[in-house]
């Protein structure tokens, strides 16, 4: 069975601090995607970024960057000086090949960036 | 609008009535998915769709639930006979293609049932 645990369910953060947020997964299966959404106030989940299993290498977008350790199957998500605007629900998905694509999520992790 | 396109926003409707929730995926979105957001099971998987069929209906939660898709488009998710415990945020994804390809999602369908 597939497994995604967000641990942290709120993180409350002072602007221009750096935040990490965890996800772990479980998975037998040898391909497979993980996934970070944004959910801000507004409902609306906004794709962040998609990882294949067999690419292990970080990535960097602006502010956002992310930590893919198949070793600890864990699969971090750092906002380095996080603003207001950062303030949202931040979930982490897991998609396995042999079934057909569906989204296991894990809990969410409520980040709240204070001025 | 080049997006997900759900309707009605909100819905609200009285115990063992029926209600439709619509979905309009991307256009040339071969595959298209349906959640439900509830305060207690967080995001769950309900059915997806690959062109008009339904591969997988594993997540629906009962013969209550019930959805299609016509023309490779647009889909409809049905609750009959509906229940409290069915009040949740319904979301719709779509993507390019099945297996493993990013799935985009609409706004939502926030049904509350009285």
Do not use: H, M
């Given at each position: 069975a597939q497994k995604?645990?967000?641990?942290?369910?709120?993180?409350?953060?002072?602007?221009?601090?750096?935040?990490?947020?965890?996800?772990?997964?479980?998975?037998?299966?040898?391909?497979?995607?993980?996934?970070?959404?944004?959910?801000?106030?507004?409902?609306?989940?906004?794709?962040?970024?998609?990882?294949?299993?067999?690419?292990?290498?970080?990535?960097?977008?602006?502010?956002?960057?992310?930590?893919?350790?198949?070793?600890?199957?864990?699969?971090?998500?750092?906002?380095?000086?996080?603003?207001?605007?950062?303030?949202?629900?931040?979930?982490?998905?897991?998609?396995?090949?042999?079934?057909?694509?569906?989204?296991?999520?894990?809990?969410?992790t409520e980040l709240s960036v204070k001025p | 609008g080049a997006g997900v396109s759900q309707s009605p926003s909100n819905k609200v409707t009285e115990k063992g009535k029926d209600v439709e929730l619509r979905c309009d995926p991307i256009s040339g979105h071969t595959a298209l998915y349906w959640y439900r957001q509830s305060l207690g099971q967080g995001l769950e998987f309900l059915i997806y769709f690959q062109g008009n069929s339904a591969p997988d209906k594993s997540g629906l939660p009962s013969d209550r639930f019930s959805a299609e898709r016509t023309g490779g488009s647009v889909s409809t998710l049905t609750i009959q006979r509906t229940q409290q415990e069915d009040s949740a945020v319904y979301l719709c994804a779509s993507s390019l293609r099945i297996l493993l390809e990013t799935q985009y999602f609409g706004p939502g369908t926030r049904l509350l049932v009285l």
């Open positions: 995604v645990t967000q641990a942290q369910t709120e993180i409350s953060v002072v602007e221009k601090e750096d935040v990490t947020l965890d996800c772990v997964y479980e998975t037998r299966d040898t391909t497979y995607y993980l996934f970070w959404y944004k959910q801000p106030p507004s409902g609306e989940l906004v794709f962040l970024i998609r990882r294949n299993s067999f690419d292990e290498q970080n990535e960097i977008s602006g502010r956002y960057s992310w930590n893919f350790q198949k070793s600890t199957s864990s699969f971090n998500f750092t906002i380095t000086a996080s603003q207001v605007v950062d303030s949202a629900v931040y979930f982490c998905a897991l998609s396995v090949q042999n079934q057909g694509g569906k989204l296991i999520f894990g809990q969410g | -």
